[in-house]
């Protein structure tokens, strides 16, 4: 995935307690999350020494009994090689339990067109990983400024790719190939399309960075990144039908609010459920030289041709007792707000308050500190809000949508209470 992202000009006193975060370095795209042996193992773009996206990405890795008890391992993939970048791909077992990863290979200084590489791990840990042949690269025939991200899975008739592409007359395009045995691929056309100068019911971008495909409930849908002139947006779907490596889309919606979420991540949990994982932008301490986050997890679900996306249950796990009062110790916190239509739910620490405005069928963030008075975002609402917070980081979420975004809460202690509507809250550690 290509990446500007300013430097963060806010730094943040603590870090996150169960958002992922690198010891050191940049983050980005999780991918390749896999549920194997009683535990998830997470790999994402990574550029050790620095705080800034660089093109030398790294594969790293982590691993952990849930998405947020995720603990740091050695990096899995480094440039080298042939490669200059090592950017977004994913992880695949077949049925004889062999696993590969698939990556895109970049170049300096024309790395916004890769080539599809194979790595495969060298230990039952998946710690080292060798690198393979080069397997697919951008078709020809087209006039492509962009191509990266791919994304395989399996099919009836064996297996197929999807890789994010972008034509120069401003067509967002997810590419298809196949193959029977994950090593020779041969290219099968455009499995879905749109072109940027269309904008309802939502707009869609000039290049889908990891475009996935899924099933839910006998429904196709396509989840992606949305990319425009070196501009990263939101997480935008279709929702339609799929055979044969054609995506025919009934609905386009928009996932993701507010300027923090970006590449959605599709993996399995450990009961096969879809689920998606993003990473976080805006979060970061410059003085402890780290910056960005992966969200918590969310489970994917159907509502006509709106695609849901719900907390995870696993972060319920990290819940202690339901707070009796409107304080509960640390800095991190579960909220479920229901019946609050027209009501202001508001979140107190010794650094900041946050308010959450809620609208009919909209809520709007708003953060005060001792400096400023900052209006955040709103975002779609639809039944129950469900909050969550992580010293630094606030995700909200209903059937509506999503919304995260970095913060300046801080301190020992949160103060939560809503004027109007049921609260349940509960501390998380």
């Known amino acids: 995935m290509r990446l500007h992202w300013r430097r963060i000009e806010r730094g943040t006193r603590m870090r996150p307690a169960l958002h992922f975060t690198a010891t050191s370095g940049w983050i980005n795209d999780p991918h390749g999350v896999t549920y194997r042996d009683g535990q998830y193992h997470a790999f994402y773009q990574y550029v050790p020494g620095q705080t800034v996206w660089g093109p030398n990405c790294h594969w790293g890795h982590a691993a952990g009994p849930d998405l947020l008890s995720l603990r740091e391992l050695p990096v899995a993939i480094v440039p080298g090689d042939g490669d200059d970048g090592i950017w977004t791909g994913c992880v695949v077992t077949d049925d004889e339990d062999n696993t590969r990863a698939f990556y895109t290979s970049t170049t300096t200084p024309d790395f916004g067109i890769g080539r599809i590489r194979v790595a495969t791990p060298v230990d039952d840990d998946w710690l080292a990983w060798s690198k393979d042949e080069f397997v697919v690269e951008a078709p020809a025939d087209l006039d492509l400024i962009a191509y990266r991200d791919p994304f395989v899975r399996r099919e009836e008739t064996?297996?197929?790719?999807?890789?994010?592409?972008?034509?120069?007359?401003?067509?967002?395009?997810?590419?298809?190939?196949?193959?029977?045995?994950?090593?020779?691929?041969?290219?099968?056309?455009?499995?879905?399309?749109?072109?940027?100068?269309?904008?309802?019911?939502?707009?869609?971008?000039?290049?889908?960075?990891?475009?996935?495909?899924?099933?839910?409930?006998?429904?196709?849908?396509?989840?992606?990144?949305?990319?425009?002139?070196?501009?990263?947006?939101?997480?935008?779907?279709?929702?339609?039908?799929?055979?044969?490596?054609?995506?025919?889309?009934?609905?386009?919606?928009r996932l993701t609010f507010g300027d923090s979420y970006y590449a959605p991540s599709l993996f399995s949990d450990s009961e096969g459920r879809p689920c998606l994982l993003f990473w976080m932008r805006g979060i970061a301490d410059e003085q402890a030289e780290w910056a960005s986050a992966h969200s918590i997890p969310y489970l994917l679900s159907l509502d006509d041709d709106r695609l849901v996306a719900s907390v995870h249950p696993d972060v319920e796990k990290h819940r202690g007792g339901r707070a009796e009062s409107v304080r509960v110790e640390g800095t991190a916190a579960d909220v479920v707000w229901s019946d609050g239509e027209g009501g202001e739910l508001t979140i107190a620490s010794t650094e900041a308050v946050v308010s959450i405005l809620w609208k009919p069928g909209e809520a709007t963030v708003v953060e005060r500190t001792a400096h400023a008075l900052n209006t955040t975002c709103s975002v779609p609402v639809s039944g129950a809000v469900r909050v969550v917070i992580d010293g630094p980081i606030l995700e909200l979420s209903s059937a509506g949508g999503l919304l995260g975004l970095p913060t300046d809460l801080g301190g020992t202690s949160l103060q939560i209470a809503a004027d109007r509507g049921d609260v349940e809250l509960f501390a998380l550690s």
């Open 158 to 253: 064996g297996w197929r790719m999807f890789v994010g592409g972008a034509l120069r007359d401003g067509t967002a395009v997810a590419l298809s190939y196949i193959s029977d045995d994950l090593q020779h691929w041969t290219y099968s056309g455009i499995a879905l399309q749109r072109s940027t100068a269309e904008t309802e019911p939502v707009w869609m971008g000039a290049l889908w960075e990891c475009p996935q495909i899924l099933s839910i409930d006998g429904r196709a849908i396509m989840v992606s990144s949305i990319w425009d002139n070196d501009v990263l947006h939101y997480a935008g779907y279709a929702v339609g039908s799929y055979n044969d490596g054609r995506f025919v889309a009934d609905n386009w919606g």
